[in-house]
């Protein structure tokens, strides 16, 4: 009795016909065939190896290197046509091989049952999402040169906390990004590694030349074991971390800046480009790309933890479980490149209001300076702290800001306090304290800058 199921790779073993929705539940062709470049030309390599381990003939190896041109050429004119029967790009692209005559044979079977050039492509889209990881980070970087004299107020526990520079604040967003760039450097030599070659399980059993595969597919260096290199997908999983951080950086970004654009705040203005406004209400002008921004990291969170989940539950080697990498691997890469091609756009256009920042700064945020003013008369800064908060509660109970409080009340708290203590109340006097490395005084600013600039002079010259 012939098989139903012999026109499939697999169908030799099986009788009658698959259910149509256990077709559909197996197939990946519907995400999968994003990754029909990576597919041809792995392909392509490996039949070079075949004819090298003499399975195939020079004259049968370049027939099928001119069949996969001709597939190459049509997906690259958007003329491929899917078929029902195409379970996934590997069989999609074996189907048109066959039916463009390229002397396609027996030995071939075993190139397309052990083509695993999928890596390929997530080698290609980690380096796209690293080209694209920079443009944020090149776009916040002009700010802080062109913005360092702008003071504003600095917030811990969402409380005004310190006077800081605004390009301090920019730096700060900066520093998280350059982590995220250097992190996805370290993901990108994790994944470079070729499993071709690896079989389904124990390996090739035809001699296969997998030094001349690794060159022809340009990877950094050859899987160590067959059994892991079928069934490990640490670098998808490390991808969706990566993607799940970045995003985490920018829905942090995000959420300040959408305080600091409402009334209450006034500290930026966000272009037309980047808001959108209400179907009811006239005035409103809504951060909402600030909000998808911050709603996307959820999308990403989600697909990371739901994809570790399922590598939870494996055991070794390959399961059809792991055909959900593709799908986390695609929507992941597709909403951060999305995410950070607005989040440049935003940051690029927005208006910084200089006087309601500066505007924002009140006394009470120079209490910390007034603790200071006393360690640098002698007292301990434990004794200094609590000095200051009886300064503070004084203001208070008298309802003025701290800097109206008299030498005298200060002088109930603690005869260290002089008429020199007026020192304090200088908000630029303030942030210039703080020149260690790492501060917000101008000089430690400005050192920063030169710090980054030169990182990002020296990621544009990595390859």
Known sequence: MASSEGNKLWGGRFVGNTDPIMEKFNASIAYDQRMWEADVKGSKAYVKALQKAGLVTQNEMEQILTGLDKVFDEWSKGEFKIKPGDEDIHTANERRLKIRGSGYGTSSALWWKELQCKIAHYVHIILLMYNYQTRPFQTIFHGPSREIEILCPGYTHMQRAQPIRWSHWILSHAVALSRDVERLEDIRKHVNVMPLGSGAIAGNPFNIDRELLRQELKFDSISI???????????????????????????????????????????????????????????????????????????????????????????????????????????????????????????????????????????????????????????????????AGKAVYIAESKNIHLSQITVEDLQTVSPLFDKDVSSVWDYNRSVEQYSAPGGTARSSVTAQIEHFRTWLQAQKQKP
């Open 225 to 387: 074991n067959s059994m892991d290199a079928t069934g490990q997908r640490d670098f998808v999983a490390e991808f969706l971390f990566w993607a799940s951080m970045c995003l985490t950086h920018l829905s942090k970004m995000a959420e300040d800046l959408i305080l600091y654009s409402t009334k209450e705040f006034s500290f930026i203005t966000l272009t037309d480009a980047y808001s959108t406004g209400s179907s009811l209400m006239p005035q409103k002008k809504n951060a909402d790309s600030l909000e998808l921004i911050r709603s996307k990291a959820g999308r990403v969170f989600g697909r990371c933890a739901g994809f570790l989940m399922t590598l939870k539950g494996l055991p070794s080697t390959y399961n059809k479980d792991l055909q959900e990498d593709k799908e986390a691997m695609f929507d992941t890469y597709d909403t951060v490149h999305a995410v950070l091609q607005v989040a440049t756009g935003v940051i690029s256009t927005l208006k910084v209001n200089q006087p309601a920042m500066e505007g924002a700064l009140s006394p009470d945020m120079l209490a910390t300076d007034l603790a200071y003013h006393l360690v640098r008369k002698g007292m301990p800064f434990r004794e200094a702290h609590s000095c």
